[in-house]
């Protein structure tokens, strides 16, 4: 059975520490890889990955895949408040998700 | 551009009754169309996806059925709801299933009492 598996559930910092979320997949005819930010309502979209060691970037996110080791990572550096959110990963094939990672940063 | 809608945005219902929720899509043609459940402090589980009018793929079994009556209208029903369904429900919409990612409407807050 196809499974996603985000880690650490949950994740506390300081405001400007650099954090690292984890995802590792197991999905049949793999497609892609989506990072998701959510905080009160809707999922916003992030980051898609479909090759292996390709960073993607946006501001002080980041995120790369590793195709052959079957996870990804996500990274944020000099965070803020407003990163404080949940951060879903699916695998596509079939859009499974994670239980997300819940990050909190603190003033 | 396009834009996806979503409701009611809270709904408390109690155990018994029957529920319809219904999502909307604007500015594309031919969308997939999925229902997630959200229960607190998890996950989004896949119930329901649709790749075009009166397709319905269903993830997993359960109190709840979808139709798709138009190409841009995803409906999310039950007869008799249960505690269990009580959860956050969203809808999503995307260009291509694995190509494109999802864009999530606003979601539904639905409490069984």
């Known amino acids: 059975e196809d499974k996603v598996v985000q880690s650490p559930l949950s994740l506390v910092v300081h405001e400007g520490d650099t954090v690292t979320l984890n995802c590792s997949y197991e999905?049949?005819?793999?497609?892609?890889l989506l990072w998701y930010k959510q905080e009160k309502k809707a999922p916003t979209f992030l980051f898609m990955l479909?090759?292996?060691?390709i960073e993607k970037k946006s501001g002080r996110l980041s995120s790369i895949l590793d195709k052959k080791e079957l996870f990804s990572i996500l990274n944020i550096t000099a965070t803020q408040t407003g990163d404080s959110a949940v951060y879903l990963c699916?695998?596509?094939?079939?859009?499974?998700f994670g239980a997300g990672t819940r990050l909190t940063v603190k003033p | 551009s396009q834009t996806i809608h979503q409701w009611p945005a809270t709904l408390v219902q109690p155990v018994g009754s029957p529920l319809s929720l219904e999502c909307t899509v604007e500015?594309?043609?031919?969308?997939?169309l999925y229902w997630y459940r959200q229960a607190a402090g998890r996950g989004l589980q896949l119930l329901f996806y649709?790749?075009?009018?009166?397709?319905i793929s269903s993830e997993v079994p359960q109190n709840l059925s979808a139709s798709r009556p138009q190409d841009r209208q995803f409906i999310l029903s039950s007869k008799k709801l249960l505690l269990s369904d009580s959860g956050f429900y969203l809808c999503?919409?995307?260009?291509?299933?694995?190509?494109?990612?999802?864009?999530f409407g606003d979601g539904t807050r639905l409490s069984i009492l």
């Open positions: 999503a919409w995307s260009a291509d299933r694995g190509a494109q990612p999802q864009h």
């Open positions: 999905v049949t005819n793999f497609r892609s």
């Open positions: 479909t090759s292996s060691g």
């Open positions: 699916a695998g596509v094939n079939d859009m499974r």
């Open positions: 500015g594309t043609s031919n969308p997939n």
């Open positions: 649709s790749v075009g009018i009166g397709q």
